[in-house]
């Protein structure tokens, strides 16, 4: 399969794809310092809860390499965006590495190569739990990761082994992350799909037409409960309702082990322009308030399954989330000692 890449790094340069201008042009925006890293991510250059997390990592590598204050860079960077995990999980990997050159820019690569690992693992495990039609949400595939992508990559997988045989791709109002981003991927992928407006779910569901629906996670509380795209609590009540599985798919540094639930997970507030203009035309009258918030959060009963790379978890989360947790930490920890 070809697979986008949303960065690369060279030399003293971490270059971005604008995502903003998929798929209609392929820009490329070079980094040089943490700040602007940190404007690639706040500006949404970059978007997808793991690649935000690499970004964050190599803008450290940056902030060494034009010589800005490490704890300044670090606050900066934190502050690009509220709600995806990843961004702090990557930061608080790269802390002990500062000042030293050589091994932040081998932990960077190592954030890195922890996306590809585990969305090989996801993809593997997401691919078994579906079949026929499957509908997703967002855009959880390459671009969204610098990996295989989590429930992008289960799709593609199992589209790969003949189990799924078509996508419907909510189009993901207001920024579009479906329309311009997954419907790309899964055409350079090959795999058959259908766009589809976002009020269209319950029309197909109550037609018999969605056998699964899978989507990612920007982040997940120990018992299951989890931020993702706006639209997403929505897709999980109408699963309920139809008796459809419902597959939040996800690394484990999805998942914020300080909160118990969902109810603490800071959820991002964007433009009322995002969502009175598209592509800069108005479709509502000049100054008319819009709200925009630009994550919901769904309730861990409503999930069927947790794929991750430790496989798929059932419930209760919060005794399989924590056990899985757990498994990873000692994973590492045998690594890190070269056992
Ligand atoms: O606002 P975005 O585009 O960064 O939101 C992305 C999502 O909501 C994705 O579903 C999530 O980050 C998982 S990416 C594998």
Redesign the pocket.
């Known amino acids: 399969m070809e697979r986008a890449v949303p960065f690369r790094y060279e030399g003293d340069t971490f270059w971005l794809l604008d995502q903003r201008k998929l798929p209609f042009e392929e820009v490329w925006v070079p980094c040089r310092t943490a700040a602007e890293a940190a404007a690639g991510i706040r500006d949404m250059v970059v978007?997808?809860?793991?690649a935000i997390g690499v970004t964050a990592a190599y803008g450290m590598v940056l902030a060494h390499l034009s010589g800005e204050d490490h704890a300044e860079a670090d606050r900066v960077l934190r502050q690009s965006r509220p709600t995806?995990v990843n961004l702090f999980y990557a930061l608080d990997r790269m802390k002990p590495h500062w000042g030293r050159l050589e091994a932040t820019l081998s932990e960077a690569r190592a954030v890195w190569d922890e996306v590809e690992q585990t969305e090989q693992a996801i993809s593997r495990h997401g691919a078994a739990v579906l079949k026929g039609q499957v509908l997703t949400h967002?855009?959880?595939g390459p671009l969204?990761?610098g990996g295989y992508?989590?429930a992008l990559g289960a799709i593609v997988e199992a589209y790969r082994q003949g189990r799924v045989t078509h996508v419907w791709v909510d189009e993901t109002r207001p920024?579009l992350?479906g329309a311009r981003l997954t419907a790309y991927e899964l055409h350079k992928a090959g795999v058959p799909a259908t766009l589809i407006t976002d009020n269209m779910a319950a029309y197909l569901m109550g037609k018999g037409q969605v056998d699964a629906v899978i989507?990612?996670?920007?982040r997940m509380a120990t018992n299951g409960d989890f931020a993702?795209?706006i639209g997403t609590y929505g897709l999980a009540v109408l699963c309920h309702y139809h008796g459809i599985p419902f597959y939040p798919a996800l690394p484990l540094s999805s998942v914020d082990p300080r909160l118990s639930s969902g109810k603490d997970i800071p959820i991002e507030e964007r433009s009322a322009l995002e969502v009175t203009t598209v592509r800069g035309v108005a479709i509502a009258p000049e100054g008319f308030p819009a709200a925009h918030p630009?994550?919901d959060v769904t309730p861990h009963h409503l999930i069927t399954g947790i794929v991750t790379e430790h496989g798929v978890l059932y419930p209760p989360f919060d005794e399989s989330l924590p056990q899985a947790l757990a498994r990873s930490a000692g994973r590492q920890a045998s690594v890190a000692d070269g056992r």
């Open positions: 978007r997808g809860a793991p995806a967002c855009n959880t969204a990761t992508g989590t920024y992350q989507l990612g996670t920007d993702n795209k630009a994550f």
